[in-house]
C-alpha cells in the first residue's frame, strides 16, 4: 500500500489540527484582550446601572515626565477611594487626544501650550495669553475640558553642550541663528520625532528666528541625552524639567524672542470627569524643582515610575500646600521632594539619603508584570495569526486556481508588507476611532499575509500536476482534489509560510506598545523613555526568546508534516 494516496492523510490531518489549535487560541485569546471602546463604554454604562465604579482610565505619554504624573493621577485617586488604572506610553498628543474622544482614556497629563498649539491650531500669541476658562470654551465642543494646574510651567528648550555654547559664543537662539555659515553647517541635531513635526517645535521656530540650519533624522527623546552625552549630537531639545540638564553641563539657549508659550502642567478629561478628587490631591502641588527631582529619581537612580510617585504622595503637603501656580515658574517648594534640601538628581527627594540600587536583570525579567505581558503579547500573535491564516490561505488558493490573478493578490500583499508600522499603526487608529488592542491586531494581520499567501501559493504551484489529473480521472471533484491532494503535499511549505508570519509577529508586536496594545514592548517603550537598557533588555529578551520557541514549534511540525513523504 505504499505510495497511495491515504499515506499522506497523516500529514494533512496534522496541519489541520494544527491550524485548529491555533484558531481556537488565537480567538480565546483576542477575545478579552480586544475589547472595542464601545464594548468598554457598555461595560461602563452596566456597571453604573449596577452601581459599580467603573475605573478611571489614566493615560499618559511616551516620556518620563508624563509616566510620572500619569501614575500620580492614578495614586491619588486611589487615595480618594476611586478605582483606577494606568495606561502608560500610548504615544503624542494626537493619539492621546483621540483616545480620550473616544471614551478610552478619561483623564491625562497635558500642557497648556500644546493644547493650544497642537490642539486648538492657535498662534503663539493667542496661545500664551489665554486662561484655562478660555481654553475650556474653546475645548467643550469637543466634549472635553482642562482642571487641575499642578504647579510648574514645563517649557520647551533648545540646549548645547555648556562647552560648545562659550566656544562659539552661543547663549540665546538669536545667536544661534547669527552665527557663521560653516559653523552653523557643521552643528548636528537631535531633534525629538514630535519637536520636528510641532507647530510649536521646529517648523515654527525655523520660521520666527530664521535659523538656517537643517536639522535631519529625528531622534527619540529618550535616547537624545545619551547622544549628547557621546558627542554623537550637538543640539537638542529638552524640557525644562529634564533631570539631565544640570548633571551633563548643557546650556539650554534663550527664548530672546519669546517663540514658545508657556507649556503649564495640568490635566486634560472628558468633560463629564468630575474634577474635584484630582483637584483636592494635586492642584499647585508640583514647582518645578519637585518635578525635576522626580523626574532625575526615575531616570537617573533608577526607581520605578509608581515607587517615585508613591513617596511624593507620602509626604506631599495638603492641596494647595504648594506656592508655584500655572502662571509662575518654580514658587514654593512643597515639603518632601525639592523641599528638603535635595537638589535634583541627588539621589533621592530626602537629600542625603542614598540613591536606590537599579534592579538588576533578572529582577526586572521576572518582575510580577511578566505574566500579563507575555498574555497580552500572545493574544496580538495568536489573534492576528489567525486572521491571516484564515484570510491568506484562500487568497493564497485563489492565486493558484486563477493565475491571472496571481499578480495582483501577490502585489498587493507585498505592498502592504513595505508600510512602515507605525505610519500603518496611525492609519488604523484614524480609521477605527480607538487606540490599543484592535489596531495592533490588524496591523500584525497585515504583516503577517504576505508569507501566508506566497507560500500558499507557491507550494499548490509545486504539486506535480500528474497528481492532480490522476486524482479527477478516478472521479474526485475539484475540492476534492485540492483537500486530499494538493493541499496534503503543499502543507510542508505553507506551514513554513504560517511558521514565518508567527515569529515576524512576535518581533513585530513590540512596536503595539506605542498605542497602548500592551505586551513585551510595554518594557522596551518605558526603558527608552528612562533610557534604562536593562528595562529594555528586560523586554527584548522574553520575546526573542518566545520568537525562538515559536519557531522551534513550527520547526517540529514541518519534520511530522515531511516525514510521511520521505518515508515514500
Known sequence: MKGRLPSRVPGHALLAALLTWWLCLGMAMAAPAGATSDAAASAAATNR???IAAPIVVGSKRFTES????????QALLREGIPARHRQGLGNTGILAQALAAGEVDVY????????????GLDAGTASALTLEELNLRLAPRGLKVAVPLGFNNTYGLAMREVDALRLGVDSISALARLPQ???QALRFGLSHEFLARTDGWPGLKKAYGLPQSPGRGLDHGLAYEAMALGRVDLIDVYSTDARIAGDRLRVLRDDLGFFPRYDALLLMRATL????LARALAQRIDEAAMTAMNAEAE????GFEEVARSFLERSPTAGGGTSGTSGGSGGSP??????????????????AVPAARPGFLARLLAPDLGRLLAEHLALVAGSLALAVLAGVPLGILAFRQPALAGPVMAGVGVLQTVPSLALLAFLIALLGTIGFLPALLALFVYALLPIVRNTHAGLCAVPAGLAHAAAALGLRPAQVLRHVELPLAAPTLLAGIKTAAVISVGTATVAAFIGAGGLGERIVAGLAVNDSTLMLAGAAPAALLALLVQWGFDTAERRLRAPQ???
Open 274 to 277: 468630575d474634577e474635584r478628587p
Open 300 to 303: 537617573l537612580n533608577g526607581r
Open 566 to 568: 520521505l518515508r515514500r
Open 182 to 184: 560653516e559653523q552653523a
Open 49 to 51: 446601572a449596577a452601581g
Open 67 to 74: 509616566y510620572l504624573l500619569g501614575e500620580l493621577v492614578r
Open 335 to 352: 515639603e518632601g521632594v525639592g523641599a528638603n534640601g535635595g537638589a535634583p538628581g541627588d539621589g533621592s527627594p530626602d537629600g542625603g
Open 109 to 120: 497629563p497635558e500642557y497648556t501650550g500644546t493644547i493650544a498649539r497642537e490642539l486648538l
